[in-house]
């Protein structure tokens, strides 16, 4: 059955619905049991709200699907994501291998939370390949990736790491939540886990956070178990957002691409800026690993304007219209923030400001209209063209 295909059908049984269409929302913590004997076996389906409803199934179900892995949990954010796999792979004296180019968040985790339990994190190139066999140590025991980066977006040869890792019985995790799994299969890749910030495309529509993490056979009963002792969980509330967002994801992510590509091509053309980051052009270092690697781009990207003071690029930023200054992205509405990578492993060498686009629904013709006028005031409060 073809992707598309499976977030229509998969999950969804209307014949033990009355009829409807959608999976009910089910919310609720008690769950009462027949008697008292089942109750002390523990043997029903639902035992306690956090063991999961319905509700939850159904989206578990399609992400699992899509994913090919082998079991999904829902969390209550992506950074909650991340957390979850990470534990699920480590514990007190392992060494942690990480992309220089992840998500700020997940180095705040490694840097300050990990640490304390007597995890040790080296920050790697993303664009190292096979490379990070020389970074292994003894402790190593888990390898996260994120590709592309977060801001920068960099992509990782994913089949060198997977690699190198395999051979050592490395754990490699990785935060597929600007491809999806519509546009990269890491596990079929050989990647372990795979996590999603849902709040993103998986919603849709910026109104819910939601995290998964979804494990191959090997790290499933780790994955399973972490997640249980920890409590985390997604409610019925947020899982009926997201399996509900899931039944457009395809649609919206064609969309969302061919919007991206000719923002992204129009933005390379004009004056004022020095360079687009955008993975499926051309004009990006890794564009061959996306062709090899992935069978879509969506429409989150960078540019990196010429220099100019900071005061030009408020001005640039500021009276926008149609674009919103907020962070997230994958939902209906177009965002640009600025932005300063913080790095350790690799630099940061641009010399003009940076900033990221997420290209939402809206027409085309009237994104460029504002970003044309937002150019005109960078140029007119200083910025080089």
């Not at 179900?61 to 892995?69: A, D, I, K, S, W």
């Not at 900071?310 to 994958?330: M, N, P, Q, T």
Request: proline share 6%.
């Amino acid at each position: 059955m073809l992707a598309d295909t499976e977030l229509v059908h998969v999950g969804r049984r209307p014949g033990e619905q009355f009829g409807y269409v959608n999976p009910p929302l089910y919310r609720g913590s008690t769950v009462l049991y027949p008697d008292a004997a089942t109750f002390e076996k523990r043997d029903a389906r639902y035992s306690y709200g956090l063991s999961g409803s319905p509700t939850t199934d159904a989206l578990e179900e399609v992400v699992t699907r899509l994913e090919g892995g082998e079991g999904t949990v829902l969390t209550s954010s992506g950074l909650s994501a991340i957390s979850i796999a990470l534990l699920s792979a480590l514990k007190s004296g392992d060494h942690l291998l990480v992309t220089d180019s992840c998500y700020l968040p997940t180095r705040k985790l490694c840097d300050k939370l990990l640490d304390r339990f007597g995890v040790t994190t080296t920050y790697y190139d993303p664009r190292i390949g096979a490379g990070i066999s020389g970074l292994i140590r003894p402790e190593t025991r888990a390898v996260l990736l994120e590709s592309p980066g977060s801001l920068t977006f960099e992509l990782q040869d994913l089949p060198q790491i997977v690699s190198v890792a395999r051979a050592r019985g490395i754990t490699t995790i990785i935060d597929n939540t600007w491809a999806t799994p519509l546009f990269l299969k890491p596990l079929a890749m050989g990647v372990d886990i795979s996590l999603h910030a849902g709040t993103k495309f998986f919603t849709g529509h910026s109104d819910a956070l939601l995290g998964t993490v979804t494990a191959n056979d090997r790290l499933w009963p780790a994955l399973k178990e972490t997640f249980s002792v920890f409590g985390e969980f997604a409610g019925g509330d947020v899982a009926y957002l997201g399996q509900r967002g899931m039944r457009s994801l395809h649609v919206r992510l064609e969309r969302s691409m061919e919007s991206g590509l000719e923002m992204a091509r129009y933005l390379e053309a004009r004056p004022e800026v020095a360079k687009v980051i955008h993975p499926a052009l051309p004009s990006h270092p890794d564009h061959e690993i996306w062709k090899r690697d992935f069978t879509g781009a969506t429409s989150l990207f960078a540019i990196v304007l010429k220099e100019g003071p900071k005061s030009a690029l408020h001005a640039f930023l500021d009276e926008l219209a149609l674009f919103g200054i907020g962070a997230s992205w994958g939902g209906y509405e177009s965002l640009a923030i600025p932005f300063q990578p913080v790095r350790t492993a690799t630099r940061w060498q641009e010399p003009g400001p940076a900033v990221r686009l997420y290209i939402g629904l809206e027409a085309t013709d009237d994104l460029k209209a504002d970003l044309d006028a937002g150019l005109a005031r960078w140029r007119e409060t200083g910025g080089a063209a």
